[in-house]
């Protein structure tokens, strides 16, 4: 080979390897470097030890980048199953096109939740469940105008619920259960900017009754349960919502059922361990209903006839003040006659 070939060949190559890694590296730089320091401050945990500074991080697990309308800017970073330690890096609020943005199921990350968060203006969906976060449910959350999915389920979150977060006008899903939020429901979820949210609030320790205003809410999910709630919570039914989920089993509420008219459309209705008073009404046999438990309450009466109510079994009615009737022992005069005679019994021996 002459100098010219070689020099050609070299020039041929140069060429080829600049024209695709060029094409190949979509990925911004900015991200890029914030991701590399991300990864750092989690400590290089291994599901994202393949991160190569060399390739696109576009490739990248745990990584997506929007089209060409974002410039290819990165737009998810969902880490998970993970035994990294540490904190929320506050490198995460320098993502600036994040839409999507889960840490979930890392038990050694603590901290509060990280308020650079609060940067990032086109998140939509919060996913950060199953870690140790400690802290309040931020304020700033309201801010963040995009937001349609929040989950910060199984965390150690402190503090009361922000009312602030009803002015989320996307706001589809809130779920916040087990964590260790005290205070009551706010008042302002009575008046949700958007279309009412899907409500997940079981497993705290949330007290007072349910503010009034929720009384107007046509939700379809609302799970309350196991909290320390009291007081009517009759007032979230209604024949005209569109309900499909109520839960509100292991609080304090007490109020009469007699009174409830529940919507057609529930499916699921847990009562179980509270006050509640009153007789089952027939109304509730037009329910089509997968899941439907009243025990340990104080209800009395005979259970009425029909639609699903037979379905279940007596676990589902047990502990009551006085219910009877299928699938519960027949209420038929039997019961107070044997009563009567007895007595009569004992009064003439
Ligand atoms: C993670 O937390 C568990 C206890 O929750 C602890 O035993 C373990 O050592 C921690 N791991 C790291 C890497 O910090
Ligand atoms: C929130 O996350 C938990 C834990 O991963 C999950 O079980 C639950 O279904 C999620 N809630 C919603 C509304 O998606
Ligand atoms: C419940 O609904 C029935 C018919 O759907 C109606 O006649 C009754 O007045 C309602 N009761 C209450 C307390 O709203
Ligand atoms: C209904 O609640 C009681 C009391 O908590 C429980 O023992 C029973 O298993 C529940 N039934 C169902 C189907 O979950």
């Known amino acids: 080979m002459d100098k010219t070939t070689t020099l050609l060949c070299f020039l041929f190559f140069f060429t080829l390897f600049l024209t695709t890694s060029l094409s190949k590296d979509l990925c911004h730089k900015d991200d890029k470097k914030t991701l590399l320091k991300i990864q750092k401050s989690l400590n290089n945990p291994y599901t994202i030890i393949s991160w190569d500074p060399k390739e696109d991080c576009c490739s990248w697990v745990s990584v997506e ?16 199953d993970d035994p990294a330690s540490g904190q929320i890096p506050p490198e995460v609020g320098d993502l600036p096109y994040l839409q999507t943005l889960i ?6 990350l603590t901290g509060e939740i990280q308020p650079t968060i609060a940067k990032l203006k086109y998140l939509r969906f919060l996913w950060l469940s ?4 400690t802290g309040p449910v931020p304020e700033f959350l ?3 105008k995009s937001l349609d999915y929040i989950n910060l389920s199984f965390n150690k979150l402190s503090g009361s619920i922000p009312a602030s977060l009803s002015l989320l006008p996307k706001l589809e899903f809130l779920e916040l259960s087990r964590n260790k939020l005290t205070g009551p429901i706010p008042e ?8 009412v949210p899907d409500l997940f609030l079981s497993h705290n320790q949330l007290s007072g009754s349910i503010p009034k205003s929720l009384g107007n809410l046509d939700f379809n999910r609302i799970d309350f349960s196991r909290n320390k709630l009291q007081g009517d919570a009759s007032l979230l039914f209604g024949a005209k919502k569109t309900t499909f989920c109520i839960d509100l089993s292991r609080n304090m509420f007490q109020f009469d059922t007699s009174k409830v008219n529940i919507s057609k459309t529930v499916n699921r209705l847990d009562l179980n361990h509270n006050g509640i008073t009153g007789s089952i009404p027939v109304q509730w046999t037009e329910l089509s209903l997968q899941f439907f438990n009243v025990s340990y309450n104080r209800l009395c009466g005979p259970i009425p006839k029909g639609g699903d109510l037979q379905r279940f079994d007596s676990y589902e009615y047990l502990h009551n003040k006085c219910l009877c009737g299928a699938p519960l022992q027949r209420c038929s005069e039997d019961s107070s006659n044997q009563a009567l005679s007895l007595k009569f019994i004992t009064r003439i021996n």
């Open 130 to 133: 199953w870690n140790s976060l």
């Open 65 to 80: 980048c929007g089209d060409a309308t974002v410039n290819r800017r990165v737009t998810s970073l969902d880490i998970s």
């Open 142 to 144: 309201s801010q963040l």
């Open 188 to 195: 302002s979820f009575g008046s949700f900017k958007g279309k």
């Open 103 to 108: 840490f979930r199921k890392l038990p050694n």
